[in-house]
């Protein structure tokens, strides 16, 4: 990390980090993690942060529990958010499914995957998020309404995301929203280099 990213680490990460430990059931109470009762969106693997940050920014009223596992990401969403002095920011490291397996179903207001890593070998495909009993457990953690967004710049894993998410039961497609979020450093790549973006919401019924 970067002396910026580390000085805000040691500074925040005990306020507003958590540790995701394995095999680690116990629930968590949403609540006392933000100070307060609001609706929650969970982000799975937010990179740098820079979208997780304009989002929580422009959206106050929502606490936003960011997972990921690159601490240099960790480290510059917690700088960002203190520079942008932002209380509604939560950051877990660890597995997000094992922090999943913690939250309560019903509790989300709404799940972000937002360019998961593609797994472009077939060989690999067992270990992409977007699969039947991943989507499972993240549709079980929305209340009813709330909503399951997800884009990727691959189109192959974008044709399987849809696909796997048009087959759950509990979910509905949304039309698109073209200015729905803040762009990614990803988006920004696949659009210089010509790859479309496919953006995926879907209503838990």
């Known amino acids: 990390m970067s002396s910026r990213h580390a000085d805000a680490h040691a500074a925040l990460w005990p306020r507003y980090g958590m540790t995701v430990e394995d095999g680690d059931r116990t629930p968590l109470d949403l609540v006392a993690l933000f100070g307060r009762e609001m609706p929650v ?65 019903g509790m989300l207001d709404a799940v972000h995957v937002f360019f998961p890593d593609p797994w472009p070998k077939a060989r690999h495909h067992k270990r992409r998020l977007i699969q039947p009993g991943n989507v499972t457990l993240l549709r079980e953690r929305l209340r009813p309404g709330g909503v399951f967004h997800c884009a990727t710049d691959w189109p192959e894993y974008a044709v399987a995301m849809a696909e796997t998410l048009d087959a759950d039961p509990g979910l509905r497609r949304l ?31």
Do not use: W
């Open 175 to 205: 039309a698109a929203m073209p200015h729905g979020r803040p762009e990614t450093k990803f988006e920004r790549r696949g659009a210089v280099a010509g790859r479309p973006i496919s953006d995926l919401r879907y209503e838990r019924s």
């Open 41 to 105: 969106v969970l982000e799975i693997g937010f990179g740098m942060g820079d979208a997780t940050a304009a989002m929580a920014a422009a959206d106050p009223g929502r606490g936003y529990l960011g997972v990921e596992v690159h601490t240099p990401g960790i480290g510059n969403l917690l700088a960002l958010s203190r520079d942008l002095g932002l209380t509604n920011v939560r950051v877990a490291c660890g597995d997000a499914m094992q922090l999943v397996h913690r939250i309560a179903p």
